[in-house]
């Protein structure tokens, strides 16, 4: 049974507009769902995960033999369980750990613990809520009680593959998924994605190039991608040599790098 309810309107307190959907709100709301402390173990179908290079905090990690050797296993067999550039398989050094990043969908279950979150292009995204979990919906504060099943939410937090201990919840953001997800090319096992750009890629942009970000600016720039491109999860932020940034995306089979400037602006994205 949840336990807590929307902020009034009149709250002197209450955030602007423009600040809704951002981290460093100046209010928190500590409730959690339900009063008991068992976990909620809730399957899920994994998304699949794009096999580029992590990133570290200074430069992106290298790919190990052992994962290049998976790679062109997968490319002999012609099969792989994650999503991949031309349909190839990657390793687990392919996912980030616990870096910024956020998803967005219609909420498909609510626990104890957090929900479901199913993106427009298919695949399940397990979400954490915590006490520090910020909620927003429209340019009110909320609770936990706003997030129900069927409900379009944003969320931007810590992602581990394709789970994510929220940072904050945007609940019917000002995204249009039918238009957002039209850009985005759905991960289907064994298919490949397509090898095409769009927009400008920065002309110093090399693949596992960046430092990672994290903070305001990693949120800026992860709602900017889904904006424009609905589906999939968005597992880590890293900022290039000329202050752009790229937005590692995984889940899906295009686009799995975009390209956002200083200004959080997408201007394009590629393979």
Not at 45 to 57: D, E, F, K, M, R
């Amino acid at each position: 049974m949840k336990s807590h309810s929307a902020a009034s309107s009149h709250d002197p307190d209450a955030p602007s507009q423009q600040e809704i959907g951002h981290v460093g709100r100046r209010w928190r709301v500590f409730h959690r769902r339900g009063l008991g402390v068992s976990v909620v173990l809730i399957p899920v179908v994994a998304l699949g995960v794009a096999a580029c290079g992590g990133s570290s905090s200074t430069q992106t990690a290298t790919t190990t033999p052992a994962a290049a050797a998976t790679t062109a296993v997968a490319k002999a067999s012609g099969s792989s369980g994650f999503a991949g550039h031309a349909g190839l398989g990657g390793g687990s050094n392919a996912r980030s750990t616990n870096a910024a990043g956020g998803s967005v969908g219609t909420v498909s279950a609510v626990s104890s613990s957090g929900f479901t979150l199913s993106p427009p292009k298919g695949g399940t995204v397990t979400v954490k809520e915590t006490a520090s979990t910020v909620y927003a919906q429209g340019a009110q504060r909320a609770s936990a009680d706003a997030v129900t099943k069927g409900t379009e939410v944003l969320v931007d937090g810590k992602v581990n593959s394709t789970t994510i201990t929220a940072s904050q919840v945007v609940v019917k953001p000002a995204i249009n998924l039918q238009s957002a997800s039209a850009n985005v090319i759905g991960f289907q096992k064994g298919e490949a994605g397509g090898s095409k750009s769009v927009g400008q890629v920065p002309a110093d942009y090399t693949q596992g190039s960046g430092k990672l970000v994290s903070g305001t600016d990693a949120t800026k720039a992860t709602e900017a991608a889904l904006k424009a491109y609905a589906g999939g999860v968005v597992d880590r932020v890293v900022q290039l040599s000329n202050g752009d940034y790229e937005v590692h995306h995984i889940g899906v089979n295009w686009p799995h790098h975009i390209f956002v400037n200083k200004n959080f602006k997408v201007i394009g994205a590629n393979d």
